[in-house]
């Protein structure tokens, strides 16, 4: 099995381990990752300032909204938000602008993190849903054997559901007892 995409959080050891592996292979950053580093970043640098002045507000929402622009105009957007900040002299923000600009614009591909005429699969919740799904079905380290089962059990629950839904039943049936 070769996989065409892979959604993870901002991991470039993962992306580059894949894209080895998997030569062919399509990226897809989580939109919630990005925006959540940026969030974290914003606090870190530049707080008060986004919060008290609304020009530098609505420059910010610019940024965390990239992932949606036309990759054509991100670094002319970046670009004239620079210059926006040098001229009001907002230094904390231009802190961080030249953090988004060593993380986003050049430590990764914007092709990894835009969806631009791609909204489909944006975060990769499922993928982290499922996770906790198999910590909470493994309470301890199982052997490979146990994995095995448990694989193929989730497989054909997985089937099982897919099937149901293509046919048209939504809801799993309700067991009724009779006494």
Request: glycine share 0%; charged share 25%; hydrophobic share 30%.
């Amino acid at each position: 099995v070769t996989p065409k995409i892979l959604h993870c959080d901002f991991e470039k050891s993962i992306s580059n381990a894949s894209i080895t592996i998997f030569h062919n292979i399509t990226i897809k950053y989580c939109v919630w990752h990005y925006k959540r580093s940026l969030e974290v970043q914003k606090n870190k640098l530049c707080y008060n300032e986004v919060e008290n002045n609304h020009k530098i507000y609505l420059l910010n929402k610019a940024l965390t909204n990239f992932p949606f622009i036309n990759p054509e105009y991100i670094f002319d957007i970046y670009n004239h938000t620079k210059i926006i900040c040098q001229i009001y002299n907002y230094f904390n923000f231009l802190n961080f602008l030249e953090y988004f600009n060593k993380t986003y614009l050049y430590k990764y591909d914007i092709q990894y993190w835009k969806y631009y005429n791609d909204i489909n699969h944006i975060t990769n919740n499922a993928s982290e849903s499922f996770n906790n799904y198999l910590k909470k079905l493994f309470y301890k380290n199982p052997s490979l054997y146990e994995l095995i089962y448990h694989f193929k059990r989730e497989e054909s629950l997985s089937y099982n559901n897919y099937k149901r839904k293509i046919e048209g039943v939504w809801k799993k049936k309700k067991n009724i007892n009779k006494n």
